[in-house]
């Protein structure tokens, strides 16, 4: 059974940096595609960044280019997020995602198979 577990989220000032970890087990991770998602009170579960494997090739939304980093560590079954210049629209509940088996990551939360169960980041003004 897949299981992704989310850390790193709390309570910031516009300005700060955050970090999230996404540990992941019960999958071949090197084999996977990882995502970040996020979504907001009211609003839809939308893309943040995506990372294939191997993990040289990445993908952001244009809302975070620039400011945020998407990592991953095969030899700890990890996947990162490094959140830099925050702002408060970058509030949300963050999700971490896994695609089974298939090394292309996507921006569709559809294509993924499984998913954490979120860390809330909030940015305060």
């Known amino acids: 059974q897949a299981q992704l577990v989310e850390s790193g989220g709390g309570l910031v000032q516009v300005g700060d940096s955050l970090s999230l970890s996404c540990a992941a087990s019960?999958?071949?991770?090197?084999?996977?595609?990882m995502g970040w998602f996020r979504q907001a009170p009211g609003r839809e579960r939308e893309f943040v960044a995506g990372?294939?494997?191997?993990?040289?090739?990445?993908y952001y939304d244009d809302s975070v280019k620039g400011r945020f980093t998407i990592s991953r560590n095969n030899a700890k079954n990890t996947v990162y997020l490094q959140m830099n210049s925050l702002k408060p629209e970058d509030t949300a509940v963050y999700y971490c995602?896994?695609?089974?088996?298939?090394?292309?990551?996507?921006?569709?939360?559809?294509?993924?198979?499984?998913w954490g169960r979120g860390t809330q980041v909030t940015v305060s003004s």
């Open positions: 995602a896994a695609r089974g088996g298939r090394p292309y990551y996507s921006d569709d939360p559809g294509k993924y198979d499984y």
């Open positions: 019960g999958l071949t991770f090197n084999r996977n595609a």
């Open positions: 990372i294939g494997e191997p993990g040289d090739s990445t």
